[in-house]
């Protein structure tokens, strides 16, 4: 399953299939990106980082990727699990150095059995 | 290790009343921050803190709020004169060091109820 334009907030997938939830991020200048979970209920949990100096970086079941040319991120979770539903945020850094994060509205993933 | 913590984990509170919220950081952590999120919607910064410098206030919505660290580490949050688009969770984040790059991790939240 797959969002597609700047940001849809929801998104379904069939248990086993990969997931890409998009990103469109607004300032150019920004240099390092999160991606974070957020279950029912529960703060956001950490998943994954990057900085612009990369395009791509994997960690386990997860990859995202940076297209600072059209300032898109994407997030790629492979063979969802039920224990993926969630709300999916992702994060800039607006400004190097900046402590700041600019969060995304969020898309709400739900994984079909 | 333990994550952060916050306290309480839900709050109902009538109108006009004031309400204290408490978040312990995980320790070591330098740099300690206040968002807000509503219902649905994403997280609004609130406050910040780093070390020993002045907090940066800046996403305080209005001067009801406001928020104290102690000892540099825990921190309360404040809000006077509650009202009813108070309502929300309040979520208190930390991390190693204050500057970009530095992951930050959640606590739980407190929902905050206004009636």
């Known amino acids: 399953g797959e969002s597609v334009g700047l940001h849809l907030p929801t998104l379904s997938v069939q248990e086993g299939d990969n997931s890409i939830i998009n990103c469109a991020y607004s300032?150019?200048?920004?240099?390092?990106f999160i991606w974070y979970k957020q279950e029912s209920g529960k703060g956001p949990q950490f998943i994954i980082d990057?900085?612009?100096?990369?395009d791509k970086r994997q960690g386990q079941r997860v990859t995202v990727l940076l297209n600072k040319t059209v300032k898109h991120l994407s997030l790629q979770i492979a063979a969802t699990q039920p224990g993926d539903s969630a709300v999916y945020f992702c994060?800039?850094?607006?400004?190097?150095?900046?402590?700041?994060?600019?969060f995304g509205a969020g898309t709400t993933v739900t994984v079909r059995a | 290790g333990a994550g952060v913590s916050q306290s309480p984990s839900n709050k109902v509170t009538e109108k006009g009343k004031d309400v204290e919220l408490r978040c312990d950081p995980i320790s070591g952590h330098t740099a300690l921050y206040w968002y807000r999120q509503s219902l649905g919607q994403g997280l609004e910064f609130l406050i910040y803190?780093?070390?020993?410098?002045?907090?940066?206030k800046s996403g305080l919505p209005s001067d009801r709020f406001s928020a104290e660290r102690t000892g540099g580490s825990v921190s309360t949050l404040t809000i006077q004169r509650t009202q009813q688009e108070d309502s929300a969770v309040y979520l208190c984040?930390?991390?190693?060091?204050?500057?970009?790059?530095?992951?930050?991790?959640f606590g739980p939240g407190t929902r905050l109820t206004v009636t």
């Open positions: 984040a930390s991390s190693l060091a204050g500057t970009g790059g530095s992951v930050q991790y």
């Open positions: 990057i900085r612009s100096n990369m």
């Open positions: 300032n150019s200048a920004s240099d390092y």
């Open positions: 803190f780093q070390g020993n410098s002045a907090p940066d």
């Open positions: 994060a800039e850094n607006p400004r190097s150095n900046d402590y700041k994060l600019s």
